[in-house]
C-alpha cells in the first residue's frame, strides 16, 4: 500500500508560480510511475503531467506544456509538479497518484492522496 501526501498548494495571482510535493510512504516508491491531475468545479478530473520510474519519460497535457514541469527524487521518495505562468483556468483539486503502470489515464492509478487546492486569481 502506497500513501501518497500533496503539500505546497495555495492561492496566487494570475503569472505566478507554485510547487507541488508528493509524498509517498510504503514499499519501495522508485519503481511506480506517478501522475498529476485536477479537477475543477462542476468538471471531470483530467490528466495534467506524469513521470515514469527511471524519469526517462514525462508527458504532459496540451494546456500545461512549456509552463509546468514535473520531476521526481526517488531518494526521498517524492515528485514535484512546479507550475509557471499559472492562469485562472488551472484552478482545481490537484491530485497525485501512483501505480507500476500508469500513463495518463487515471483509471491507470491504483494509489491516489487526499488533494489539495490550487487557486488562481485573475
Known amino acids: 500500500q502506497v500513501h501518497l501526501v500533496e503539500s505546497g498548494g495555495g492561492l496566487v495571482q494570475a503569472g505566478g508560480s507554485l510547487r507541488l510535493s508528493c509524498a509517498a510512504s510504503?514499499?519501495?516508491?522508485?519503481?511506480?510511475?506517478v501522475g498529476w491531475f485536477r479537477q475543477a468545479p462542476g468538471k471531470e478530473r483530467e490528466f495534467v503531467a506524469s513521470?515514469?520510474?527511471?524519469?526517462?519519460?514525462?508527458n504532459y497535457e496540451d494546456s500545461v506544456k512549456g509552463r509546468f514541469t514535473i520531476s521526481r527524487d526517488n531518494s526521498i521518495n517524492t515528485v514535484y509538479l512546479q507550475m509557471n505562468g499559472l492562469k485562472p483556468e488551472d484552478t482545481g483539486v490537484y491530485y497525485c497518484?501512483?501505480?507500476?503502470?500508469?500513463?495518463?489515464?487515471?483509471?491507470?492509478?491504483?494509489?491516489w492522496g487526499q488533494g489539495i487546492q490550487v487557486t488562481v486569481s485573475s
Open positions: 510504503g514499499p519501495a516508491f522508485s519503481p511506480y510511475n
Open positions: 513521470i515514469n520510474w527511471s524519469m526517462s519519460r514525462t
Open positions: 497518484a501512483a501505480d507500476l503502470k500508469g500513463t495518463y489515464q487515471s483509471g491507470e492509478y491504483a494509489y
